[in-house]
């Protein structure tokens, strides 16, 4: 550990100070914030393929030990900076001093809405670890072809469709850019308060929500407006749009006026 920069000795004076009373008490989050020499035993780090290379430097010199654990998935990265492989997000400040423990089972969506959505990854260039799902499901993804000008219009046209085949079930439209205040404006002129955002609560069976808000989150059906806008050509990530295709946990429809991705139809 002193090899590491980490002063091990300390004396009863100064143990007697960290364990005085003070009359402004802080958490550990708070002094950590406060004290630029601050340093952590453990780290964990939640979604962190999006992290940067500054990030990772910024959290390895606050963990002199280099003590991670280090959860992510590849296949979700969406942030311009963030990681491309675990290899080359964790080989600069780790070297070969990690290992990597791939989940093997998916237990959240249907195997055809799984496929569909590794289909998509490896066609756009990104090879990503496929666990195998549990069960299958009662319907392969859904895809309405219209023009750009309908999407919305096909949106509040087929969602008493879905909102019957989850039956009493939570309903998300995953949507981005232009399209996201559109498509939620439209839901609410038909829905009322049933409409919201987030996980919805107990009134609202219906969100509209962007990828980047539905990372973490599961819902019983989902539709997609315009997939192909999801994708990150630019810096070659499908994050977004693979994020976007594993929410559901029954149901997947996709409204695209542009060409679908590569992979998401056999």
Known sequence: MEAMGVDVLMTAEELADQNQERETRLTAAERA????????????????QELSPMQWRLLVRRCPLKSFTIVGDIAQTSSSAGANSWQSALAPSFGDRWQLEELT????????IAEAAVRMANRAGLVVS???AVREGK???IVDRVDEAGMVDRLVEILPEELEAI?????????????LP?????????????VGTGAGSYSQDIVVISPK??????FDGVVVLEPAAMLNHE????????????????????????????????
Do not use: C
Request: charged residues 20%; proline residues 6%; aromatic residues 6%.
């Open 139 to 141: 319907w392969s993804p």
């Open 130 to 132: 496929a666990p195998k």
């Open 182 to 194: 559109r498509a939620a404006a439209a839901l609410r002129g038909v829905y009322g308060h049933r």
């Open 167 to 179: 039956d009493g079930g939570l309903l998300a439209v995953i949507a981005d850019g232009a399209l």
């Open 235 to 266: 810096h070659g990530k499908v994050g977004d749009l693979y994020v976007a295709m594993t929410r559901p946990t029954q149901r997947l429809r996709l409204i695209t006026a542009a060409p679908l991705p590569a992979g998401i139809e056999r």
């Open 105 to 112: 089972v998916n237990y959240r969506t249907p195997s055809q």
């Open 33 to 48: 914030t406060s004290d630029r020499s601050w340093a952590f035993g453990h780290i964990v780090v939640d979604e962190a």
């Open 213 to 218: 808000e539905a990372k973490g989150l599961e």
